[in-house]
Structure formats: C-alpha cells, structure tokens
C-alpha cells in the first residue's frame, strides 16, 4: 500500500500541471460553447463578433502565465503591421506559445493564425475552440489564404517531433521541412523568428525514446506525455523579421531562419551565440531557470 501510494504520488506530482492545463484548455472550449448558445452565435469564428470571448480566454491565460511563470513578451515591435511568418521552437508543451498569442491579443488586438499537427484536429470536443483562436491545417493554400487576408501566421517547422525528441540541448529539429519557406516567398511576406526561453526546463519529456521515436514515425502520434510544469521563469523573444527578398532561393531563406535560431535573427553565427549565451543557459538548467523568477537585475 506504502509503494502503491509513493508511486501514485509520484505520478501526480509529474503530471498534476499539464493536466490542469488540458483541463483549463477544455474548460475554456465548454465555455465558448456556452457562450454561443446564449448568444446564438452563428459568424465565422474568425470574425470579429468572438473578440469578445477572446479577450476573456487571453486575460485567463496571462493570468496564468503571469502567475506561474512571471511570463515576459519581448519584441513585439519587430512584428510587422501587415502579414508575416513567425516562426519558433516547440517545447514539450507550447504553453509558451499559448502565453504569447494572449498577450499579443491583448496588447494589439491581433489574432495570430497557429499552423496545428494533423493529430491536434483529431482531438475531442475542440473545434470550436481552434476555430475562435485561429488553429488551421498547415496546408500551402491555407496558409497563403490567411496571409493575404492580412494575418500573422505562425508555424513551428519541428513540430511534434520537436516537442517529444528534443531536449535541454534545444537541439532543432526541422529535418527537411521548407515549406514555410516557400510559402513566404510566394506570398512576399517576411519571416520573424521567435524563442521562450526556458521552455524545456518548464516541461520535459522522458529521456528513453529509441522506441517512442520509431513508435511516433509509424503512426504520427505523440506517444509518450510531457510532464514537469515547474514555474520557471519564461521569455519569449521576437526576432527582427527576415525581409522578403525575391532573390533569395528557399534552402537560403532556411538557412538565414536556423542561423537565428533561438532568439533574433542574425547574419553572423557569433552574434546569434552571444545572444543564446546571454539569454539561455545551455544545456538548460532547471534550478537556474527557477532562480531567474527572482533575479531582479533581468526585469
């Protein structure tokens, strides 16, 4: 009974705060039903009639962000007026992602289009709330369609794989994918590179995963759950945009997006590192992370 106990206890404190977070997330997709019923809602969810529920479900979750880990947003002034690519590191979990596309809503009133995971449609009782927030499929036409209506559309090249494979190293892991690329040369629009800093102390997954790898290339789904939640203290940091520029091919529009890696973009490789080295610990360090909620010197 003692080992029953230790180890149900164990499992709790490993998994207690991602679990409220997928709780919170349908908590607040019952709420927008509701809020649709009463109100007898019909508009496209995109439109401006759920602003109104968006800046309810923002304030909750900057709320959060702000409680649990002192979240900052940093560089909005590098986002352009008009519709632009963001592109940024996923960790285990993208709570940080969430964190920012609240804050961005509630300082400037704009609703960035996130490009999801196949599996993430798959998932129950959400469609109404990825609709409200700007969730689409990462199809060429989609994207292109919301960046000539005049979106930001963001995107995370890694993905799922990025989350489950990745670790403290902040190890990108693109493979191939230049998708995002293309896209934005062909709609001219420029590439904004963003970064959380501390995200993998935040939320980690396990370390054995020769055959959650193989398992997750088979089916395309996250096979093993993230767990931590440790209130670390998260950045995100907003990149200066990469230009449209038509003469540059995709591979070198690529290229031009890993050489910032992390935080802005950059031309020189040792630029980019000064800049890792000052925001980020590598390998991350979680007792690190944790002390930075209090270091008043990085306010």
Partial sequence: VIIASLTISAILVFFIVPLTIVFFIYLTNISLVIYQRNCELEADPLSNVWDRARKT?????????????????????????????????????????????????????????????????????LKLLLGVTGVIPGTREECLVALKNGYLVSISPGGVREALFSDESYQLMWGNRKGFAQVALDAKVPIIPMYTQNVREGYRTFKER???????????????????????????????????????????????????????????????????????TLPGNIWKALLERFDKRRK
């Avoid at 690519?85 to 609703?111: E, M, N, Q």
């Avoid at 931590?228 to 990149?239: D, E, H, M, N, S």
């Fill in 57 to 125: 479900i923002a304030s909750f979750w900057d709320i959060y962000a702000r409680i649990w880990h002192g979240y900052e947003l940093h560089g909005v002034e590098n986002l352009p007026e008009g519709p632009g690519i963001l592109v940024y590191y996923h960790g285990a979990i993208p709570i940080d992602y969430l964190y920012f596309l609240s804050r961005l809503f509630l300082w400037k009133k704009r609703l960035c289009l996130s490009v999801a995971d196949h599996f993430v449609f798959r998932l129950p009782g």
């Fill in 210 to 280: 020769r055959f959650f790898r193989r398992l997750y290339e088979s089916t395309r789904l996250p096979p093993i759950p993230p767990y931590g939640g440790l209130p670390v203290k998260f950045r995100t940091y907003i990149g200066k945009p990469i230009p449209y520029d038509p003469n540059t091919t995709t591979e070198e529009l690529v290229e031009k997006v890993c050489k910032g890696k992390f935080l802005f973009s950059f031309q020189t490789k040792t630029a980019v590192q000064a800049l890792i080295r000052k925001h980020q």
